[in-house]
């Protein structure tokens, strides 16, 4: 376990880099029986992949997934699933100059000093093209939550830079290109990303991950909590520097009265807590919130050092997301399904029999 | 490993009720030849206990640490050690109350659901006194990285509901009830707390831990990348919302030209990333903010159901923290100390015998 | 994890030295509403302690164990259980020989190249008493396995040295200090062992342990077979040199037509697989045998060397076991049971609700 | 963790059917800077391809290997290395009778009942291909631990089936079919494996592994000792019923004056400890010998039933190893080269700074 898997019960473990043969992952633990073919995973890799729009990266892989094992006959065996995607859109190019130095906002001088060796090609193993083997592995965790437990999970983008988002429909979301709940927001997130793109820079984004149906009970006591676990599969991530379960960072200015979720017959009164709490699920909605940074990766001379400690200047030219924010949506809901199939199994190890008399109060009041 | 364990190579196992026999963990992993003796740990436990200010629970828990193993003739012997903190302060008082109910904000509810039985003595597992034990371990992780890597991790307040605490010197942290770096803002704290508390609520909060001369290197690439580690940490702190590293949440109104930190021969130019690159330590300051919730437990009437499904109205009289997040500071600090031991470990396992010519440039300009 | 804990969902903790203030270890996962008294616990430690005939040690231990938590009302919560046995019976003595000196046979050279610092009273962490751990943790195996599914767990010794003990019934076992399965063999034991004492050596043995009622499906396929997690857990009993499932070694000279189990109907026809095939459980009762190795404190002069590297010449005087196989049973016993709770609940996870219209066979015809 | 991989620091996650798209598995944790090349890998991949002589299945699988990732330049980068080997030989026929019936001695029966569901072809994933994946990442592991420690691992068969087969000569050992150490007994063991095939039946054999220069003090004390965790992935390999270290059952009859390997300065007197002593190494060779049990599939009648639970008789024809024992060593060395490996790291990060006065001691004398 050198950092490449997640998961206690259904593990995924990744492997890749972006201008390497390809990447893919190992998932095990799934249950069997499930009815799975490439097109479900297929499905959900359509959603991330680039190309898409002028406001994502035009790097063009159709991203392809091959499953290697696992499947029989259409369903799922309980044996390992492997998947694999090869890589196809390696422009051959001279990489001799990123070799040697390290961009800012970027893992080269990380990798460099931990591992004495990289591959530079693209990012290497810290490519956000490694996000892709993600969703593949959380298309997996959604349909069987989906079909188990009638679980949904969906994400839509909050703000990108300075422009604001707000909730609407969960409808629109698929329909344009910034994951956006409000269609009437995407002619203004157009012109802003535009903006962006010819100041030759990039911006930081925040989005919002809902899961519906999570049953009460789900999760552990005290240190893989069920939010904690979230947060650590969210911080993941490459580019999230913030993550916040409920009420978030606004609990600071709340009060008790206000904050803790009053419970009724009819339901909870209201969800600060975001679906989680001692780090067990309410039956409440799950709800995450994360902040994106801006794309390291931009057209402008930048201060750096290279190998030989010399100071440089660099800027990085190239096929970049203006807001790598924007594709962070699928990736997010992947995430979020990984942890959540992986506490389904652990409850039902544990606490599998447990009967109790108590109703469940429904997660909403009305 | 069903909750109660966290760290692969410095791993804690912790156990222990509120009101039961006494609380404790099991610390196995820690290098061999470290000087430890109960004054070591006990020194951070007393920065936690209840009872040192009217700010905070006037429960009085002497939370005298024995160790029960492991440390032979002043120092440790590689093998695991066991603390043991026994309970000395449950007051004998009828519980049947609060058993046969589930409090607002706490996890009687989900305990109930999940496993059909629950000691509800103070909130049995899920009392925040379990964090006690954290910060017994986190103690011999601080210890062993401040004398082997020089590393120094410090927590402060900086903000208790709307009052913001500006960040002033380490020097007068531990010098008032509110771990404040600005003693010039205790009086206002001080009449703010009172206020509360007469108003018979409670308030949120926001901290900030520091880990200075983290070498560059630490982490993993994918999944256990040193933040996601961090927020998993920090996430399992009770009534922790949200965690941010480096810019946090700020990173998404910042421009890629701003926010990715240059590099030069002299340090880094800025610290946005908050000591982080690709989930790797850059030898920055590690820089983590999390927000605590308002504490659940307050004197006010609220909405509650019984374990029947009936509406009841419920108020919680007791030894309760108006702000939780006050005492929470050393316990931040031990979960990062916590995270960081089990990376050096790891690190010290897959490359500790890399070498590279490169200068490792200091964390900071100037 | 270095090397104190064992199991993934049902998992122990272990701490303690021989002659430290205590031993113990931590219960994790154990499903809720189990329950449980240290009486339970204290039967099975019994069955283990020393003094019980001359046979074995004449270290008085009473081995008392208290529960510190997990157990609420006569139940277990589903939270951690500490349990916690002190030491009382440290003689008091000069251990500056043995700090040393590295005796043949145990684990005093390989501890001190590993750590660099050893606790050499009673061998420290390397001595059996910790197995009195494992014991304890067992019998909370044992006990569910027995409640939730039938399932006994039963050992006896199959040979002492040269004396073969053949299997008349279990109905003895209990009854004899040497867990004999055939009471017409008790005489030539005691006299064996006698002489063994008085010629100042030890002698190995061997032991049976087998686990009935074990339904057909638990188990992993490929690398956490259930046999290899017995084979892991037996050979983890200090002294245990040999680990056979089924068969054993007698596979070697078996045909394949001999050794295949044919099914039928009414049954498999013969239990050559010891009750396990592809990893998986068949129904069939899990057939164990475990080799262990003659106790090494003898007091006989053998050669060694001291720290200096020197040549010495040292014997082991004080209260050891002059078959330290006797008191292996209940703790073989133990292993196994921790091994198959562990199956049972990673089974319930991944597979607890597969259905399958095939009748299952029963484990043996007739 | 479903069963699929194994390591904590070295992990090795396998995937794959035996007639699906591949077999193959990510090795995770391999330190950087490690030369590698697929012809590394192929070349013990060769050593246990079927094929290669009339004693071993005729199956004509390639068993091309094809490194996915975590390569660069001809370099491990200390990111993931995936291995990917395409099946080839699917011989495309009805699997009908084989799907709906249990093979004896075969885990088609436990599978049925655990999962639901099961790849019949070639037994899926309890086909015995999936070895080849553990050959394959147990060359990277050889190849690092010579390359950094000098340690030498090396199996050779002892028995097959009444045939014994004394120790000679490493020299030989790949020189002939069988993995001889004695060239003398070649005929012998051709005449002999001639004899059960024509009489439609299998042998079951024993093997022995040895590892030279593993240094003193790799494992751990308590529950994932070296022999613990050998004896883990040896009875993790299919067929094997038995393991031993060192004297193995042998130390059952033996005395403790015997038994005991003396220390002098010049080195161990003996190696009965088979090279560990409190689950630590020695330093002297780790001494390991396993029983793999008869092929079970052979082409005489044997009873079984069907998936209606009715009496049924079949015989197995194909492609089948009349000993699968004789292509076990590469297995097994693969298996402890893969044990080593993982402890070789995990003794560098706890104790990889311990620096002792004391002279290491030689493994053997003379």
Not at 92 to 118: E, L, M, Q, V
Not at 153 to 161: A, D, V
Not at 254 to 274: I, K, V, W, Y
Not at 314 to 340: F, K, Q, Y
């Amino acid at each position: 376990m050198s950092g490449n898997s997640m998961g206690l019960l259904f593990s995924v473990t990744s492997f890749g880099e972006s201008h390497g043969p390809g990447i893919g992952c190992v998932v095990d633990g799934c249950p069997p029986g499930l009815e799975l073919s490439e097109a479900d995973i297929q499905a959900e890799l359509d959603r991330r992949k680039p190309g898409t729009s002028r406001h994502v990266t035009q790097r063009r892989e159709p991203d392809t997934v091959e499953i290697l094992s696992g499947v029989y006959e259409g369903k799922t065996t309980g044996t390992p699933i492997a998947l694999l995607i090869r890589n196809t859109d390696q422009r051959s190019k001279d990489y001799g100059n990123i070799a040697d130095t390290f961009r800012p906002g970027h893992a080269d001088y990380t990798y460099w000093h931990k591992y004495g060796i990289r591959d530079p090609r693209g990012g290497g193993r810290s490519s956000a093209r490694e996000t892709a083997v993600r969703v593949a592995a959380g298309a997996i965790a959604k349909k069987w939550l989906r079909e188990k437990h009638g679980i949904v999970i969906r994400g839509h983008m909050t703000q990108i830079g300075s422009v604001e988002i707000p909730f609407q429909s969960w409808e629109v979301v698929n329909d344009n290109p910034f994951f956006a709940a409000d269609a009437s927001k995407v002619d203004e997130l157009e012109a802003y990303m535009d903006s962006i793109r010819k100041s030759l820079d990039s911006v930081g984004a925040r989005l919002r991950v809902v899961a519906e149906n999570v049953p009460v009970g789900w999760g552990e006591p005290v240190y893989d909590r069920l939010d904690a676990d979230i947060a650590y599969a969210m911080m993941n991530i490459n580019a999230v520097k913030g993550v916040e379960i409920g009420a978030g960072f606004g609990c600071v200015t709340q009060r008790g009265s206000e904050h803790g979720d009053e419970l009724t017959p009819q339901g909870f009164a209201s969800n600060h807590a975001g679906g989680v709490l001692g780090g067990i699920s309410t039956g409440q909605d799950i709800e995450v919130s994360i902040a994106i940074k801006p794309t390291s990766s931009i057209a402008q001379p930048r201060r750096s050092i290279n190998k030989a400690g010399e100071a440089i200047e660099m800027e990085t030219h190239g096929r970049h997301d203006p807001c790598v924010g924007i594709r962070a949506t699928p990736i997010a809901e992947a995430m979020l399904a990984l942890v959540l199939i992986d506490h389904a199994l652990r409850h039902r190890a544990q606490c599998g029999d447990v009967h109790v008399d108590t109703p469940r109060i429904p997660g909403r009041i009305g």
